[in-house]
């Protein structure tokens, strides 16, 4: 079964107190591993698009990784505006057709002042 | 620009009714998905379409289901409503249909409450 994992469910931090979130996944014909900040009471914001291992892609204090297994979330010296729940989730295609977006549970980051 | 609107963003209905939820999709955005947002399951798949035609769907009960016009405006409806379909209903779109290229959008959300 397709699945996508993330850890931990929560993290508190102090500001400027870097860190990484990890998502790995287990599924088949991966196309792309997406990555999305969600506040409370609003949809998903989405950050990047990672293709294949050994891609990477910076956004302000954020940097996301992908290797075969894992995809990374790399926060460095967070501010409290970074406080959000973090959502990753691989996108994959099958012989009929796009089957949609396979979410994790998400990291709920609390980033202390 | 204007982004993905869903109305009503509040809903509350009762057992056994029926409701309609609508999403209009970014101007240009031909591709139309919903996810249904629970604090025990997370964000799952409902389905999704483009140019009017369901490509997929997720793994859930026929009481759900949904429809694309040909202003790429959506509707999804849920008949028969239980306790457990309480949840945030969300609605994300994409310009290629495949999200790949410049990702999906997602709107603010239905809020659904069964009593």
């Known amino acids: 079964e397709d699945q996508v994992t993330q850890s931990p469910e929560a993290l508190r931090l102090q500001e400027g107190e870097s860190s990484s979130l990890n998502c790995s996944y287990t599924?088949?014909?991966?196309?792309?591993l997406f990555w999305y900040r969600q506040d409370p009471g609003k949809g998903p914001e989405f950050l990047f698009t990672l293709y294949s291992a050994g891609e990477e892609k910076e956004k302000e204090r954020l940097k996301a990784t992908l290797t075969k297994k894992e995809s990374f979330l790399h926060i460095t010296a967070p501010k409290p505006e970074d406080s959000a729940t973090y959502l990753c989730?691989?996108?994959?295609?099958?012989?009929?057709?796009?089957?949609?977006?396979?979410f994790g549970k998400g990291t709920h980051l609390i980033i202390q002042p | 620009k204007a982004g993905v609107t869903q109305t009503p963003r509040y809903l509350i209905k009762t057992r056994g009714q029926q409701v309609t939820l609508s999403c209009s999709p970014i101007s240009g955005h031909r591709s139309v998905s919903w996810y249904q947002q629970t604090p025990g399951q997370g964000l799952q798949f409902l389905f999704e379409?483009?140019?009017?035609?369901?490509?997929n769907k997720g793994n859930f009960p026929g009481r759900f289901s949904g429809r694309q016009f040909s202003n790429s405006r959506s509707e999804m409806n849920v008949s028969t409503l239980e306790l457990g379909d309480s949840a945030l209903y969300l609605c994300?779109?994409?310009?290629?249909?495949?999200?790949?290229?410049?990702?999906?959008?997602f709107g603010s959300g239905t809020r659904l409450t069964v009593v």
């Open positions: 989730a691989a996108y994959m295609y099958s012989g009929g057709g796009a089957d949609g977006l396979t």
């Open positions: 599924v088949s014909g991966l196309r792309g």
């Open positions: 379409y483009f140019s009017e035609t369901q490509r």
């Open positions: 994300a779109s994409s310009r290629t249909g495949t999200g790949l290229v410049d990702g999906y959008t």
